[in-house]
């Protein structure tokens, strides 16, 4: 079956603008996670939602950032005022329950350039 | 806080000769801990995991870990490198829900 999706692949923005970021999950998986890649590194956790609520989302480094997942599939990750540091590589994972011993499988990530 | 180390940023193999990619944890009960690969433009792929059942773990492309408490060590190995198996790989420990990566090693396999 498909896999996780996301879109767009690559987007570029300018310094102070706004972003949308989106991720199709699996089809039928509860979890859904979004990481994020800063070149060299590995991914860091960012938010996690059961169903439609964040279950966890000590990740998101400040208030510019904001996620959701109205319906319980689809997931938007939302960055205000951009900024150069958050030019990264945006993955999103799901899973079909959550849970540390789940997989998460993930989807081939969004890299995000902030000029 | 849960947390894993490897060991090594990069390793240099001979197609054919032995793998070991070093991980060394930390975490104040028994983890959940996985390796990931992440080959060049791809999406991140799970090799295996363990999850407190066995201690060898064996996982796709001949992969396996093995889950040393003593150590507190979960290396990565494989008997024969193959050109296929140059990418990154990450160590990842998982305390509830979110995976903790570790900053990856990036494995070159030679001719």
């Known amino acids: 079956g498909a896999g996780v999706s996301q879109t767009p692949s690559n987007k570029v923005t300018e310094k102070g603008k706004y972003v949308e970021l989106r991720c199709d999950p699996i089809?039928?998986?509860?979890?859904l996670y979004w990481y994020r890649q800063s070149l060299g590194q590995g991914p860091e956790f960012l938010i996690y939602?059961?169903?439609?609520?964040?279950?966890?989302d000590s990740g998101l480094p400040n208030d510019r950032f904001f996620a959701v997942r109205p319906e319980g599939s689809v997931s938007t990750l939302k960055i205000q005022r951009t900024e150069r540091g958050d030019s990264a590589v945006y993955l999103c994972?799901?899973?079909?329950?959550?849970?540390?011993?789940?997989?998460?499988?993930f989807g081939p990530g969004t890299r995000l350039t902030v000029l | 806080a849960q947390s894993v180390t490897q060991l090594d940023s990069h390793v240099s193999v001979s197609e054919g000769t032995p793998v070991l990619l070093r991980c060394n944890y930390s975490?104040?009960?028994?983890?959940?801990l996985f390796w990931y690969v992440q080959h060049p433009n791809k999406g991140l792929q799970l090799l295996l995991k363990y999850t407190s059942a066995a201690t060898l773990v064996k996982g796709i492309n001949g992969f396996e870990a093995e889950f040393k408490k003593s150590e507190t060590s979960f290396h990565l190995t494989k008997p024969s490198a193959h050109m296929s198996d140059a990418a990154e790989y990450f160590c990842v420990v998982s305390p509830t829900d979110k995976l903790i990566f570790g900053t990856g090693t990036r494995l070159q396999v030679f001719p």
């Open positions: 939602f059961q169903g439609t609520g964040a279950a966890d």
């Open positions: 994972a799901s899973s079909f329950t959550g849970g540390g011993t789940d997989t998460q499988y």
């Open positions: 975490s104040s009960y028994s983890p959940s």
């Open positions: 089809s039928g998986h509860t979890a």
